[in-house]
């Protein structure tokens, strides 16, 4: 017996099965984090600003607060509305702190007039959509995407079609002994005479082989789940060319998707630029990171982020 981290006794088989399950939970939701984290690619902010660690607060918290240090420059931080708002439902007050040093600092903001504010906030989605929400639905895809791999664990266990036997007491080394001799692949297998065979049954217990379906949904989830973060994501088991119109099709929703997080950070770094970037000489940009990859080779396109030339009639080479 074992006992779990709030103290319920818990069998040694169970309590690896649960941490099996967590762990493969905890893979998707990881990966499905990271990929978002890495999502958007800024240009010219000064270096005081750790974008990586930006990402990381958006994900986790939902926004972050730039400011300005005397002794630094520009930092960017967690933060927390601190009360008040204006005729817009916007906050005026937040707090920014640090939760490795334990600095913090009360901040005025306003959404009026960026130059009386001394913070511009950065939301990861639209202002009345929290950071749990979001991680909640990232969560719920880690958490179906986790049941699918375990589902085929199992079904894949299940190939292995163990046989029962039923078979009197005064038979079991009898039989036990046949069975040894099957597994070692012996050419004969010998009883004794008298022995009432009508009292031996064989239980196949095998099971039907669907690890290839949960596998082909598994893969249409991860592509939702990628859709959800506006990562393009086309995958086409065919040997037809992929046309043009098939690819906007596709990506629409992920597009859709796409604007929901790259709208508020775009707006906000336009507010840095007219805030600080004359002061410090820079012109920042945020866009978000596109790559297209090409399985050729095996009958297959997988493509994030559609920028490829047109050919003649439309068609991708």
């Known amino acids: 017996m074992a006992r779990t981290p709030q103290g319920f006794v818990m069998s040694k088989k169970k309590l690896e099965t649960k941490l099996k ?163 070692n692949f012996g050419k004969w297998i010998f009883g004794y005479k008298g022995i009432d065979a009508s009292q031996i049954q064989a239980i196949q217990t095998g099971a039907p082989f669907v690890a290839n379906d949960i596998n082909e949904h598994r893969i249409r989830l991860w592509s939702e789940a990628l859709g959800f973060l506006g990562v393009s994501n086309l995958s086409v088991y065919k040997k037809e060319r992929v046309t043009e119109d098939e690819i906007a099709r596709s990506m629409g929703g992920a597009m859709a998707n796409r604007n929901v997080r790259q709208n508020p950070r775009e707006k906000a770094i336009a507010l840095i630029n007219d805030k600080w970037g004359e002061k410090y000489g820079f012109k920042a940009k945020v866009t978000f990171n596109e790559a297209l990859f090409d399985l050729e080779a095996n009958d297959q396109t997988n493509i994030i982020g559609y920028n490829r030339e047109k050919t003649q009639g439309g068609e991708n080479e």
């Open 21 to 183: 399950n967590e762990g493969t939970f905890a893979h998707y939701f990881n990966n499905l984090r990271n990929i978002a984290r890495s999502s958007f690619l800024y240009e010219d902010l000064p270096k005081t600003l750790d974008t990586d660690y930006i990402e990381t607060v958006l994900f986790d918290s939902g926004m972050v607060a730039v400011f300005e240090e005397p002794e630094i420059g520009l930092i960017a931080l967690p933060c927390v509305q601190s009360g008040g708002y204006d005729v817009y439902g916007v906050p005026v007050n937040f707090r920014a702190y640090s939760g490795y040093t334990g600095f913090s600092r009360m901040l005025r903001h306003n959404s009026y007039d960026v130059t009386k504010s001394e913070c511009v906030i950065i939301y990861n989605t639209c202002r009345d959509m929290s950071s749990y929400i979001f991680r909640g639905s990232v969560g719920a895809f880690a958490e179906r995407l986790a049941n699918d791999t375990r589902t085929e664990d199992v079904n894949i266990f299940a190939q292995r079609t163990p046989v029962g036997v039923i078979a009197p007491k005064e038979q079991v080394e009898t039989v036990t002994n046949a069975i040894d001799r099957y597994e």
